[in-house]
């Protein structure tokens, strides 16, 4: 740790108060600057519309010709976010909602059902599913790559459920790591700012020819948690971190493997549920967290138009905890076919087969799963023709079957229409079907959701603790998707990307309430009101994403995002637990990028969402800024201000009774990168 002695901090939290009016005003003078470099930020629009995507078809297609909701954040995006996690990159996505529980988690969702535990949207690293079976989420705290490997990553708004199978409900996150052959530049990064908050990033590459390369990587930080309450929680984080990639490329074939394992501690603050007063007690506790993969994709080029792409990868993790203890193992080999049988149509087919070994030993009794050990395999197959009717229309009909050994066989189509009027405007519009299906705790788990002191309302003076109890019997959820968008070009400088969505989902889980009972919990007797976990809740969702870059002159860009949510779902009655509305209606993000000279940039980040009503969280307005310089190529020092408009302000509460939430800090990074 960092040893930062307390007349240092005392300087550091005094100077941040004027932090924010001095970022400003030397933002607002820098941006009226007269001095500006023609060749800095210079770019065409229409290259911009028709860069190459590949997480909407699973096949390279240009951005303007992909009939969905896709956003691409570029290496250059990251770096100039001033960003220091993917979650934090994620905010400039119109669409996507992201909070931050603590220094270490993160809820992150697309299109609504935000929180700790959101299991709507599939992650990815370079096509690898970062899926837990758990919660059917994502564990952000363990997200196992550096910002500096990153080379884009591509944000599927809607359901990707036809290519990508269950759990690509609401969206699809493609986390794609750049090629060693074509970005073989070493170099090293380090930070360091407020609460203890620190780390190094170092990327070797090593290239024997110019088909082979092997590209290191090696990542160590630490952080410390924000306030809980108003009162420090003390160390939080430690995490290190070494990975590797490998391409070689041939005449007809590319063979691309990467691996890395990664170990840390981070600090959790959870709710101990008691059967005596206080009922809640709050701990700090010291999680152990580790895990690993290895992954090869193979591609081969029959032809230009004929490809065989073979998956295949290992992923394990293992999380040592307050509340359990957790292994998970997963084997998967996918193989996909793309070819141009007949001049109008590409057809792209293929099939996968997922093994995962999951084992779960509950150690607080507050979330059980039972048996400890699970087993689990899943048979897919999916097949999609792009036909050209006409030179300018194209119309994608494709399906994926799954067999999993919860809810069986299930098919989740699609149908597509794109309709590029001119080379700078398209119009798209999609009916998609997508599920997801049932996590380990809501088939074979139980959990607190609360516990309440004694009443008035009970006949003894016992507490009331209110459980939920999974069930074997239960159903996937069901998502019939209404897109439609347009991507347009205004000019050389302007584009613009529309989506507007409608989402009628059937078999939301929630659960009824079953019979009240009475037991005793270390010898405190206590009331028992249990529900079963169903699928009797329904409900819509409709909304629009904006999306929207100007370059105001060849050094001066803005970027604009903007995103409305309406949710109207099924609130049930008084014996029943309905899905929760966790989502921000209004959400707003606005960039501005300046370089000054050759050397010098400035960037201004502002953020506004209208708060999450069911959670009682307030509307928040957040600025974010940036100022680097690059004295020479090879070396760049970077001043980035966090959460510049408030010192202490919460932005979600865990759904989880067991766990607590802290508050988002102000905060100030320095930042120092060589490359060589």
Not at 212 to 219: E, F, Q
Request: glycine share 6%; proline share 4%; with cysteine.
């Amino acid at each position: 740790m960092l040893d930062h002695n307390h007349f240092s901090a005392g300087i550091w939290r005094r100077s941040l108060r004027s932090v924010p009016t001095l970022c400003v005003i030397t933002l607002f003078l820098l941006s009226v600057s007269p001095v500006f470099a023609n060749d800095l930020l210079d770019m065409d629009f229409e290259d911009l519309l028709n860069i190459q995507v590949s997480s909407a078809s699973k096949t390279p297609t240009s951005l303007m010709k992909t009939a969905a909701a896709v956003a691409v954040i570029s290496r250059e995006d990251i770096h100039r976010s001033g960003a220091s996690n993917i979650p934090e990159v994620l905010r400039m996505v119109s669409g996507v909602q992201v909070a931050q529980l603590d220094a270490n988690r993160w809820a992150v969702t697309i299109r609504g059902f935000n929180g700790q535990t959101a299991n709507k949207l599939l992650v990815m690293i370079d096509g690898r599913s970062i899926y837990t079976p758990t919660f059917s989420g994502t564990y952000w705290d363990t997200l196992d790559v550096s910002l500096e490997e990153i080379e884009r990553i591509e944000v599927v708004r809607g359901p990707g459920a036809a290519l990508w199978g269950a759990n690509a409900v609401n969206g699809v996150i493609n986390i794609i790591t750049s090629t060693t052959l074509e970005n073989s530049t070493d170099q090293i990064t380090g930070w360091v700012g407020l609460k203890k908050h620190s780390g190094i990033s170092v990327l070797k590459t090593i290239k024997p020819n110019e088909a082979n390369a092997l590209r290191l990587s090696l990542r160590g930080l630490e952080r410390d948690q924000g306030s809980l309450q108003g009162e420090g929680n003390g160390d939080d984080t430690t995490q290190g971190r070494i990975g590797l990639r490998w391409d070689n490329h041939g005449s007809n074939y590319a063979l691309h493997t990467t691996a890395s394992y990664y170990q840390g501690r981070e600090s959790t603050t959870y709710n101990s549920i008691e059967p005596t007063a206080p009922y809640i007690c709050p701990l700090i506790d010291d999680a152990d967290l580790s895990g690993g993969h290895i992954q090869s994709r193979y591609s081969y080029y029959f032809r230009p138009t004929s490809t065989l792409d073979i998956q295949l990868y290992y992923d394990y993790s293992s999380r040592h905890e307050w509340l359990y203890d957790q292994r998970l193992q997963q084997y998967d080999l996918d193989i996909q076919h793309t070819s141009q049988p007949l001049a109008a149509h590409r057809l792209t087919w293929g099939g996968g087969i997922d093994i995962s070994r999951d084992y779960y030993h509950s150690r607080r009794g507050q979330i059980n799963i039972t048996p400890e050990h699970s087993h689990a395999h899943l048979f897919s197959f999916f097949a999609q023709d792009d036909y050209s009717i006409l030179s300018n229309l194209t119309v994608t009909l494709g399906t994926k079957c799954e067999h999993n050994e919860v809810t069986g066989w299930e098919w989740q189509p699609n149908l597509r229409l794109l309709w590029q009027a001119t080379p700078r405007l398209s119009l798209w519009g999609a009916v998609s079907r997508a599920v997801r299906t049932p996590s380990h705790v809501e088939e074979n788990g139980s959990l607190i959701l609360s516990i309440e002191p004694p009443s008035a309302l009970t006949p003894m003076p016992w507490p009331t603790m209110v459980t939920l109890q999974g069930d074997h019997d239960i159903d996937s959820e069901d998502l019939i998707a209404w897109e439609l968008g347009t991507r347009f070009a205004i000019n050389n400088s302007a584009s613009c990307d529309i989506a507007m969505f409608i989402h009628d989902y059937d078999n939301l889980q929630g659960g009824h309430q079953q019979a009240t009972s009475a037991t005793n919990i270390d010898g405190q007797p206590v009331y028992v009101v249990n529900y079963g976990a169903d699928n009797n809740f329904a409900g819509y969702s409709y909304g629009a994403e904006v999306a929207a870059n100007w370059q105001v002159v060849p050094t001066w860009s803005l970027l604009l995002a903007y995103s409305f949510l309406d949710m109207n779902l099924d609130q049930g009655n008084a014996q029943e637990i309905t899905v929760p509305e966790r989502y921000t209606q209004h959400h707003l993000s606005l960039q501005s990028r300046l370089n000054i000279n050759r050397n010098w940039q400035t960037d201004c980040w502002l953020t506004y969402n209208d708060g999450i009503k069911s959670q009682d969280i307030s509307p928040r307005w957040e600025m974010q800024l940036r100022i680097g310089w690059q004295p020479q190529p090879e070396w760049e020092l970077e001043l980035i201000g966090h959460n510049l408009l408030h010192d202490d302000s919460k932005e979600i509460y865990s759904e989880l009774s067991s766990m607590q939430s802290s508050r988002s800090e102000r905060g100030v990074l320095l930042r120092l990168t060589y490359k060589y």
